[in-house]
């Protein structure tokens, strides 16, 4: 298996204007009150319980207003890339109602763009990714996520879009608990990370000493 970086930007300037692009600014009436009774403390108790109010938000989308919000959400990754140059981008395969990005993945696959999915490979340990595209063949893995099988080249993209539970007006993200994507974050040669969530996912929680800001997160209504 070989490792390599494809990139018709750099990282750094993609980074760069991320960091002078405004956040997401649309805050939601609907997550305000959810976040607004958790916003006096940071325990992993009422993340846990941030997480459960946000997740059943998300269940409860309508199929056409979920298709309305991805193909938003697609229109932004494409010109977001296109914007940065972006070569290599790792993406995700959507679990859980996590925006559906096929339109943009198929669009950014016709531009020679190359993707990845992400791989758990251990517990504790950061993500890996796999090459892939959209009709390559996935499997199964124990967390009921569809990975690339072992043969796919690995891979290192200079941006990562990153699905998220949550997300707060700094930045930080909340996910499903694993802390893979944050270990991923740690790590030196630290991808471009682009967030992506529905507006009504912003909410008020503190950030932990592990958490790494995204650079900027693209969502429905920006
Ligand atoms: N789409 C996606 N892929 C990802 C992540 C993610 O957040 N979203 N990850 C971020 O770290 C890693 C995997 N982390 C995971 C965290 C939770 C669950 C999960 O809740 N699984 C459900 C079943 C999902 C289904 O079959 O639809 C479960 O166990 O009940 C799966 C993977 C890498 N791949
Ligand atoms: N850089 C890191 N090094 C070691 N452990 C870490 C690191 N980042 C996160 N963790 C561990 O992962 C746990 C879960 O983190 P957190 O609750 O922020 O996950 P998450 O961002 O919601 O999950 P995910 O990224 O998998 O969707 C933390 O309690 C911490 O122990």
Redesign the pocket.
């Given at each position: 298996m070989t490792s390599s970086r494809i990139a018709c930007g750099t990282a750094e300037t993609a980074r760069k204007t991320a960091a002078e692009t405004p956040r997401e600014s649309s805050a939601s009436a609907t997550t305000a009150s959810v976040a607004d009774s958790s916003s006096n403390t940071s325990t992993a108790e009422t993340k846990t319980a941030l997480r459960s109010a946000l997740l059943a938000r998300r269940k409860a989308l309508s199929e056409a207003e979920k298709h309305t919000s991805d193909a938003r959400i697609c229109e932004r990754v494409i010109a977001w890339c296109e914007e940065h140059r972006i070569g290599s981008l790792g993406v995700?395969?959507?679990?859980?109602k996590?925006p559906d990005l096929f339109q943009a993945y198929n669009a950014l696959i016709a531009k020679g763009v190359h993707l990845a999915?992400?791989?758990?490979t251990q517990k504790d340990q950061p993500?890996e990714f796999r090459r892939w595209q959209p009709g390559d063949v996935l499997q199964k893995d124990a967390?009921?996520?569809s990975?690339p099988p072992p043969a796919a080249e690995l891979m290192k993209p200079l941006a990562l879009l990153i699905?998220c539970v949550g997300f707060n007006q700094a930045g930080m993200r909340l996910?499903?608990g694993?802390g893979?994507?944050d270990r991923t974050l740690a790590l030196p040669d630290k991808p471009v990370a682009v967030g992506v969530a529905y507006a009504f996912s912003r909410a008020d929680f503190y950030s932990e000493p592990h958490d790494i800001a995204l650079d900027l997160i693209l969502t429905d209504e920006n």
């Open positions: 995700f395969h959507p679990i859980r996590e999915l992400p791989v758990v993500l967390l009921g996520t990975v699905p996910g499903y694993g893979f994507y």
